[in-house]
């Protein structure tokens, strides 16, 4: 893998991050310049636009239309008895987990009050810069990314369907996460790229795994724009993607 890394330097030289953004920013950056009229959310391609809901002035506010996929909640209420407010909206997932790209690092434990994560982005610059890497977050429906938490990638034995016609199983005894056929080379192409940008650690089981969804589902014409636009703001590519938009 070492040895495919530097080819990849090689040939597509890192570009210095034109606006070094932390996680709150990415995510106003994301709706704003990237993802304002891209049509569909990432796990279960259901229709979302970003509206102000109550009318309060609140642009950031979005909202999703669980018509358009099929998406029904596995939770439409709360343990506490109100409307699941995850399972109508979209957020902003980690496709590699904060865990993932920040658990090698010091600053992951705990400090006082803090998270091991808030540690990190409190006081460690570089995983706030990992964190805030827009080529690692996507639109997923809200109740699908608390679902997955930070549940790896693999393959799940029957694929159970709890969430009406969405294609995304979580099977909780193995804490493996199943998506759609359609988005797995994304997702292979976001932990190549984390991988070579910030570390994150992937088993060589797990890395031979994304090496052939990469082959199996090539990249489309949507990643090309989603990469393109990502650049313009952040000053960077995804190689793994970018080589392709080329051709």
Do not use: W
């Given at each position: 893998m070492k040895g495919f890394i530097l080819l990849v330097l090689i040939s597509f030289p890192l570009i210095s991050i034109a606006?070094?953004?932390?996680?709150?920013?990415?995510?106003t950056k994301l709706r704003t310049d990237v993802y304002y009229d891209v049509p569909d959310t990432f796990y279960c391609s259901c229709q979302f636009a970003f509206t102000d809901n109550d009318n309060d002035g609140n642009k950031d506010e979005n909202t999703i239309y669980p018509t358009s996929c099929g998406y029904t909640p596995r939770k439409p209420i709360t343990s506490s008895g109100n409307p699941n407010k995850r399972a109508v909206r979209i957020e902003w997932e980690h496709v590699v987990p904060a865990e993932q790209f920040g658990g090698h690092r010091d600053c992951w434990k705990k400090n006082g009050s803090l998270s091991a994560r808030d540690n990190c982005r409190r006081n460690d610059s570089v995983f706030a810069l990992a964190e805030g890497d827009m080529h690692n977050l996507t639109a997923a429906v809200g109740e699908l990314n608390g679902d997955r938490s930070n549940r790896r990638f693999g393959q799940?034995?029957?694929?159970?369907?709890?969430?009406?016609?969405?294609?995304?199983?979580?099977?909780?005894?193995?804490?493996?996460?199943?998506?759609?056929?359609?988005?797995?080379?994304?997702?292979?192409?976001?932990?190549?790229?984390?991988?070579?940008?910030?570390?994150?650690?992937v088993s060589p089981k797990k890395l031979a795994m994304f090496n052939e969804w990469d082959v199996l589902d090539p990249v489309s014409p949507r990643e090309c724009v989603i990469d393109e636009r990502i650049s313009k703001v952040q000053g960077n590519h995804n190689p793994f993607v970018w080589e392709h938009c080329l051709k």
């Open positions: 606006e070094p953004l932390k996680f709150n920013s990415a995510k799940v034995q029957g694929e159970p369907r709890v969430y009406g016609s969405c294609d995304f199983e979580i099977n909780y005894d193995t804490d493996l996460v199943e998506p759609k056929d359609s988005v797995k080379g994304d997702i292979a192409r976001i932990y190549l790229y984390m991988m070579l940008h910030h570390e994150a650690q």
